[in-house]
């Protein structure tokens, strides 16, 4: 259990990691083929619908860096259900700077050695606008 843990935590950051490099093939990658994803009131099934509602949002958001915070799972076999609090930091295309904290509630599962999320929730739980002068650069280099 713990070894499958670790690779659902990982999971989870790789998701993370592509949101920060705005890498679309990645993010893709950690979506079941038939997963959905609940967002502000939305639901998007299958990566395809997944994939055409992320790509024009992480447009509007010109930089960000998502953090993984604390979190639970519960493993049963190749199925998992997490939580997990994350904090992000973005400057939006309009130059609105903001830190918002959200807690994402998954439901993963294991197809072919790979974990991936089969349904993801996520709720904001806290939005605060940023005014100090923030410098950005490019997480490549």
Not at 1 to 23: G, K, P, S, T
Not at 78 to 98: M, S, Y
Request: aromatic share 12%; with cysteine; charged share 25%.
């Amino acid at each position: 259990m713990e070894h499958a843990y670790c690779e659902i935590r990982a999971l989870v950051e790789r998701y993370a990691d592509a949101i920060n490099r705005r890498d679309a093939e990645a993010y893709e990658d950690t979506w079941a083929p038939d997963g959905v994803w609940e967002i502000r009131g939305n639901s998007y099934a299958g990566r395809e619908a997944i994939m055409a509602y992320w790509k024009p949002l992480m447009a509007g958001i010109p930089w960000v860096l998502q953090t993984i915070n604390n979190g639970t799972v519960d493993i049963v076999g190749d199925a998992a259900t997490c939580r997990w609090f994350h904090t992000d930091f973005a400057v939006l295309a309009d130059g609105t700077k903001r830190m918002a904290i959200g807690l994402y509630y998954d439901a993963c599962s294991r197809e072919d050695g790979r974990w991936r999320f089969a349904h993801r929730s996520y709720v904001r739980m806290a939005e605060i606008p940023l005014s100090a002068d923030v410098r950005t650069f490019s997480p490549t280099g």
